[in-house]
């Protein structure tokens, strides 16, 4: 290690060409890592200085976007908030997320989660769309309600939990953690009304929560603290309880719009927005 800390890596990365590669290889680059330096760091060094092709997915740099997941010495995590040396001591592997195709180098192809995901209809659907599409006030939650679900709504879809789960590794058709986990989301959402075409979705085609077996590892790498598995369990804690006809999810009204009484005007403290640094803006 040199004098102001910094320490040469070697950055073992798995690459791929669709074009000139038959097969994955795995190529070394020695990297000079600084203290504190992350793997996305690392990365732009190799890209910048060493080898322009090399591919990978980032964008916001501070573990919100889920841009950068890939599996570093064997485990799911994001590239962006994980830093060299809390994870090697002088070989760091690198791969593209597993249970997906590889579209290049360490950029997987994230399309299937996202259909996935999709399927199990990820948004407030209620019956009052005229509400939805033109809203006149926000709808009523409690805190209490609120807390039933927000856990889960910090979900960034990086797919750490998809390329985690060894359920998903062996049966392409089930839905996986991530979908599964916001389907839960929004089925306990006391301002949704789909209760009933969630349920079917989830019942059919061996997509929904009755394939996970629990192995946990979803929870395990997720870098935000979601608890994919945990949702899953509730999941199918709420199928069961609306099979014995006892599910207040189920049974329940969507939640109104707020009423009158509770309506809080705007704060005669709180400025007005400024006006439009460019001319012409809107």
């Known amino acids: 290690m040199s004098d102001n800390g910094v320490k040469d890596f070697v950055f073992r990365v798995r690459r791929f060409d669709p074009v000139e590669d038959k097969a994955p290889h795995y190529q070394d680059f020695k990297v000079p890592v600084g203290p504190g330096w992350t793997i996305l760091e690392g990365l732009w060094y190799i890209k910048e200085n060493l080898d322009s092709s090399l591919s990978w997915r980032s964008s916001c740099r501070m573990g919100v976007c889920g841009s950068c997941g890939m599996l570093v010495n064997g485990s799911a995590t994001l590239a962006c908030n994980t830093q060299v040396r809390d994870v090697a001591t002088d070989v760091l592997m690198l791969a593209p997320l597993p249970n997906f195709d590889i579209i290049r180098d360490l950029v997987p192809d994230l399309a299937p989660m996202f259909d996935k995901h999709t399927h199990l209809m990820p948004h407030i659907k209620r019956d009052d769309t005229e509400e939805m599409l033109e809203p006149t006030d ?35 058709k089930f839905s996986g953690p991530m979908p599964l986990a916001q389907g839960y989301r929004y089925l306990i959402d006391s301002r949704d009304d789909a209760f009933r075409q969630r349920k079917e979705l989830l019942g059919s085609g061996g997509v929904g929560p009755w394939r996970c077996h629990y192995a946990g590892e979803c929870s395990k790498v997720c870098p935000k603290g979601v608890d994919p598995a945990r949702a899953i369990q509730f999941m199918k804690r709420e199928l069961v309880l609306d099979y014995l006809r006892l599910s207040k999810a189920a049974k329940r009204k969507p939640a109104p719009l707020l009423p009158a009484e509770k309506r809080q005007g705007r704060r005669d403290d709180i400025p007005e927005a400024p006006p439009f640094t460019v001319e012409g803006a809107s």
């Not at 960034?156 to 392409?172: E, L, V, W, Y």
């Open 138 to 172: 926000q709808y009523w939650q409690t805190p209490e309600e609120l807390e039933q679900f927000l856990q889960f709504s910090y979900c960034i879809k990086c797919g750490c939990c998809m390329a985690a789960c060894p359920t998903f590794a062996s049966d392409a």
